[in-house]
């Protein structure tokens, strides 16, 4: 009986820690898609502003600007990060924001759902960012170390600074490509707001 107690303690252990550790997206792409899913899977939907996010309270607070679907009780509304799968907002300014209501009457932002702020509107997963060539087939240039004589310093870990990158990437033949992803998910975000506003 002990050891039946004790491999299912150790199934429910492993069953929580892949839970923890892994939030599973379904593919609910293209945006369109994800972005009905979200609608009709949120409790509320709403146009905020980001003002305050707190890592250490793993909490975070919005303006709301402009409500689409869902009660309002209040101009600000807080959320929180609740598992594996919740989004912790980080860029300040406005958001589209599909939040689901918890039972203290904080808000949770999936990483399934189609919230995304403007800063950054290509961060849900219908957005792919282009994959650098493999080494093979990428053009070979002499390492700034090689062709310049730089005196070595005499402190190791100073040694292991990186140099600033002066490119936006480190692969300049995929920086168009990266460009025109971001204006796309840039229109993208404005058009859903038109979307929400006529549902």
């Known amino acids: 009986m002990k050891k039946v107690k004790l491999l299912a303690s150790v199934l429910l252990f492993i069953i929580g820690l892949k839970q923890a550790i892994a939030c599973d997206c379904k593919n609910l792409c293209p945006l369109e898609n994800l972005r009905n899913v979200s609608y009709e899977n949120a409790d509320l939907v709403f146009l905020g502003e980001l003002i305050q996010s707190d890592f250490h309270q793993n909490t975070y607070t919005f303006r709301i ?34 939040a689901q209501m918890q039972d203290d009457g904080m808000i949770n932002l999936s990483q399934c759902s189609a919230s995304r702020s403007k800063a950054n509107p290509s961060r849900v997963m219908c957005y792919k960012t282009p994959t650098p060539p493999s080494p093979s087939n990428r053009p070979t240039s002499p390492s700034p170390s090689s062709t310049t004589n730089t005196p ?32 796309q998910a840039g229109q993208d975000w404005l058009d859903e707001l038109v979307w929400l506003r006529q549902k």
């Open 152 to 183: 070595k310093r005499s402190n190791p870990s100073a040694q292991s600074i990186p140099p600033i990158p002066t490119k936006t990437s480190n692969h300049p033949e995929i920086d168009p490509e990266i460009s025109a992803l971001k204006k």
């Open 65 to 98: 600007i402009e409500g689409f679907k869902g009660e309002f009780e209040s101009t600000t509304i807080s959320g929180g990060y609740f598992n594996s799968c919740s989004v912790f907002p980080e860029d300040r300014g406005q958001w589209i924001v599909y």
